[in-house]
């Protein structure tokens, strides 16, 4: 059988994939615990067998996440402590769930690397052992991967720091005070980011993430027209720019998103008085916008 369908007790059939895989193994999964993580090392049954898997851990490192605990920080710290050949890698709106081995079967599930996933909720998934299909699979997911960026343990570990006194505050507080909280980790784990090299603003959403990158390619090249713009970004920040996302307009053009969501933020910019727009088409950082970023 090359397809088997999996519902609410996929856990053993998860363990039978990691049991199988020798030489490397790909988790996909916005969500990750620290407890169904110690369950995934204890599965693959000891350090010494972990060491020498290539392990890629793709997941949505987000301060929602975090804040709500639907993702643990300390998980991923524990794979980079746990496996030797391990690469994490942050994907902005990831959402699927995928467990590959060695490239010769996948699990394509709902179920996030929970216990929640593994226990209590109704998951469905299926799994996959024809090595066609499965290879196809891993591919798409490696394409995943180069939308993102990867995350080591320095980082991690700051952002791990950083978290837990505004998780506490967040738990503590009512709906509408917990938005101030979530942006201030916001802002806190920006500065993070931003001294590992990632651009400013990098865990905004939508066109916001964007405002940074604009400002700072200004500030160091001076005006630019908006194709020139975006071309900048996409050098500097090429994980900020997937081209397989399109936007349709009601008139039925189409765009990749990335690009109107650059002009959507300088439009934001420009009211904000950052930003100036001149006669010829080029965009200046204005002297409000220089002594702002100052």
Known sequence: MTVECLSRSWQARLADLLASSNQSLLIAAPYIKQDAAQWLLDTLNGRERGQSIRTTIMTDVSPQSVLSGSL?????????????????????????????????????????????????NYEYGMAVTDSELVKKVSNDMRDYAKA????????????????????????????????????????????????FGAPPGLHETGSARFKGPIVEVLTLRGPL??????????????????????????????????????????????????????????????????????
């Open 225 to 294: 027209a908006t194709p020139e713009l975006c071309d900048a970004i996409q050098t500097s920040w090429p994980y900020l720019c997937d081209d397989t996302l399109i936007r349709v307009a009601r008139d039925g053009t189409r765009k990749r998103q990335w690009r109107h969501d650059i002009h959507t933020a300088q439009e934001t910019l420009q009211t904000a008085g950052v930003l100036r727009r001149d006669k010829v088409g080029l965009w200046h950082m204005t002297a409000d916008g220089r002594a702002e970023r100052a």
């Open 148 to 195: 993102g960026r990867q995350l080591r343990r320095a980082e991690l570990s700051r952002l791990s720091a950083a978290s837990r006194d505004f998780a506490g505050q967040y738990q503590r507080t009512a709906d509408r005070m917990g938005a101030e909280v979530r942006r201030g980790l916001t802002r806190e784990w920006d500065k993070i980011a931003a001294s």
């Open 72 to 120: 643990d920080i300390e998980a991923l710290l524990l794979f980079t402590e746990s496996l030797q050949r391990v690469t994490i890698f942050d994907i902005q709106r990831l959402h699927a769930k995928v467990y590959i081995a060695d490239d010769k079967q996948a699990i394509i599930t709902s179920g996030n690397l929970t216990s929640s996933a593994f226990g209590i």
